[in-house]
């Protein structure tokens, strides 16, 4: 579930200007926290903690991560406060996974964003849009037509983020979070 980690009401920003970069591959475990602490602001009201921690646990562990890092089709950018990992995206290139994204997905070759997160205390001071304008940066730089991500039905924040981003529905998706399947759009951008 792809989702700009911004559900929620805006905080204000905090004071350190981040610096957006590829994360190196010793920082899985601090993505894996930062994942722990974020993914559950991407769900509906209706999810679980008990769903997040499946989720965490099956997907976004520091082995997981480190996987991640070492894996060539995939690009994860980090916005680094100073020391502190305050967002990060993912992107895996490469056809869609499930049929019904590739259904909708109009170019090839693309580039899925699989992660856009932030932590509540910077939502609102720029993080999101500086993540994204270098994720969009990694795909064109793997020379992909089009980026497209998931986002959760209900998570209207996260879809006016990346409307304002320039992404527009193409689609729906179902995307499982523990024991409960969530409804989700895809959004795509050509670039």
């Known amino acids: 579930m792809t989702t700009a980690g911004t559900a929620g009401a805006p905080d204000a920003p905090a004071t350190a200007a981040p610096v957006v970069r590829r994360a190196r591959a010793d920082e899985a475990a601090p993505l894996a926290d930062l994942a722990a602490a974020t993914f559950p602001l991407a769900c509906p009201p209706s999810s679980t903690p008990e769903d997040h921690a499946a989720f965490v646990a099956a997907h976004l562990t520091p082995e997981h991560f480190a996987a991640y890092l070492a894996d060539p089709t995939r690009d994860l950018l980090v916005a680094d406060a100073e020391g502190e ?3 990060y995206t993912m992107l895996v290139a ?3 996974y499930a049929a019904e994204v590739a ?3 109009p170019l090839r070759p693309t580039v899925e964003l699989s992660k856009c997160y932030v932590l509540p205390g910077r939502h609102g001071g720029g993080v999101a849009g500086a993540l994204m304008a270098a994720s969009l940066d990694a795909a ?3 020379e ?3 980026v497209w991500l998931g986002v959760n039905g209900e998570n209207l924040r996260a ?3 990346y409307r304002r981003s320039g992404f527009e529905v193409v689609g729906e998706r179902t ?3 523990g024991d409960q399947r969530h409804h989700d759009l895809v ?3 050509a670039l």
């Open 103 to 105: 259904a909708v997905v």
């Open 94 to 96: 490469g056809e869609p």
């Open 175 to 177: 995307f499982q979070v």
């Open 140 to 142: 064109r730089a793997r």
């Open 159 to 161: 879809q006016a983020f």
């Open 144 to 146: 992909a037509a089009g």
């Open 187 to 189: 959004l795509h951008q």
């Open 85 to 87: 990992l305050v967002g």
